[in-house]
T-cell receptor, first 107, second 116 residues
Framework: GNSVTQMEGPVTLSEEAFLTINCTYT??????LFWYVQYPGEGLQLLLK?????DKGSNKGFEATYRKETTSFHLEKGSVQVSDSAVYFC??????FGTGTSLTVIP | ETGVTQSPTHLIKTRGQQVTLRCSSQ?????VSWYQQALGQGPQFIFQ???????GRGNFPPRFSGLQFPNYSSELNVNALELDDSALYLC???????????????FGPGTRLTVL
């Protein structure tokens, strides 16, 4: 079946630190992969996506590469800001979400 | 462009009752998906409606049902409420249907349901 396993949080980083949030998946066929973000008090919104192996999705300084050989789609950002504090969800085929990783960035 | 809206914002019901939640899709979108998000968990896919027909369903019992109207707005109905149904219910719209769609989903703010 389809499932997503996401790194557990919460994660606390200092401003300008490097961020990695791990996401691995199990799927039949050739899934598309997504990262969604939920800022405090706001709804879920798409952060980035990749629809085939070796694709790299990117947005707002965040990147994730679709790795079929390791069934992974890890989210990275080189230098986080306080405004990146949010909950991040990895998703497979739009509909199968991980449990979310809460990120807090402190000044 | 009007975003996805949901009503009501909050709702309190007792076990055994029935509830109806409503969602208006983003302008131009003909597909609505519903999710249940328990506290501290990711959204769980309930079902999707495309052009007024159910177009995919997650692992939820038949007491979770839905409708989509000609204007593409949608309702989620839950019968015989259980305590575990307490959650945030999200709807999301996309321009096109299909459970393998890669179109961006636009989420509403959710309805917080509490079952006592």
């Amino acid at each position: 079946g389809n499932s997503v396993t996401q790194m557990e949080g919460p994660v606390t980083l200092s401003e300008e630190a490097f961020l990695t949030i791990n996401c691995t998946y199990t799927a039949t066929g050739y899934p598309s992969l997504f990262w969604y973000v939920q800022y405090p008090g706001e709804g879920l919104q798409l952060l980035l996506k990749a629809t085939k192996a070796d694709d790299k999705g990117s947005n707002k300084g965040f990147e994730a590469t679709y790795r079929k050989e390791t069934t992974s789609f890890h989210l990275e950002k080189g230098s986080v800001q306080v405004s990146d504090s949010a909950v991040y969800f990895c998703a497979l085929n739009q509909f199968y979400f991980g449990t979310g990783t809460s990120l807090t960035v402190i000044p | 462009e009007t975003g996805v809206t949901q009503s009501p914002t909050h709702l309190i019901k007792t076990r055994g009752q029935q509830v109806t939640l409503r969602c208006s899709s983003q302008s131009g979108h003909n597909t609505v998906s519903w999710y249940q998000q328990a506290l501290g968990q990711g959204p769980q896919f309930i079902f999707q409606y495309y052009r007024e027909e159910e177009n995919g369903r997650g692992n939820f019992p038949p007491r979770f049902s839905g409708l989509q109207f000609p204007n593409y707005s949608s309702e989620l109905n839950v019968n015989a409420l259980e305590l575990d149904d307490s959650a945030l219910y999200l709807c999301a719209s996309t321009p096109r249907g299909g459970v393998a769609s890669t179109d961006t989903q636009y989420f509403g703010p959710g309805t917080r349901l509490t079952v006592l």
